[in-house]
């Protein structure tokens, strides 16, 4: 927790300069959580979508996609927030490559609200586990895993223990586009270290965005793979 402190005091520090003002349009009127109420409505909600991989789905009766009936993907529920499109995109990469810490706490708590009813519903997550960055790249490059900080936020909320040393990143992936999918995910599950102490746990995997799920898929395969009972994911957006 004492990195959600010192977020906690930079972003007081951020606030302090413009008081209450939206995100996006710094109106100073019904500020919720960073952002005004018009803004938030306008924000690209995901709505019904894929159980499984959270992607998009057209028919409200379909409960999983083609692609997760065909093949299953290791973690039992995936869940995002907002489609990964304007303004919710450009949010996201303020947070993650501009320091924008703002922007992240804004997206992460409204997500804790939205996604609220989701891990009650179905059993709850015991722990959040967030997708882990390699320490060369936290380091050296971003200075912080976004992440994490998006676990600290929605375990806060939902009351539920980050446990952000239960999965490793021992080798940064380079790119693999031009691996097969089998191979790529093979890869990526060894670049993955995850602890003996997640197992016959629930684990709520946390990532910013899912994109092809590829990660996502990786890092759960890999807590599996170490004995998890089970692996949930949780993003703020989903690439469609
Ligand atoms: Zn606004
Ligand atoms: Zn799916």
Known sequence: MALLR???QLISRSVD???ARCL???????IHFGICEPCQQDLPSLGHACQRCAIPLADATDRQCAGCLQQPPPQTS???TWTYAYPVSQLIQRFKYRR????????????????KHQPMGE???DVL????????????????????????????????????RALR??????????LKRTQRLKNLTRSFKAHPRVQGLHIGLVDDVITTGATQEAATQSLLDAGAARVSTFALARVP
């Open 100 to 115: 924008d810490l703002a922007a992240g706490r804004t997206l992460a708590e409204l997500s804790a609200e939205h996604l």
């Open 169 to 178: 990143k021992i080798t940064a992936t380079g790119s693999q586009q031009k």
């Open 17 to 19: 300069g413009h008081l």
């Open 6 to 8: 010192l977020f906690d």
């Open 78 to 80: 995936s869940h995002a």
């Open 24 to 30: 996006l349009c710094g109106s100073s009127d019904k």
């Open 123 to 125: 059993q709850r997550p």
């Open 129 to 164: 586990v967030p997708v882990p960055m390699h320490w060369r790249k936290q380091l050296f490059e971003r200075g912080y895993n976004q992440a994490q900080l998006i676990a600290d936020i929605l375990g806060k909320h939902w009351r539920i223990p980050v446990d952000a």
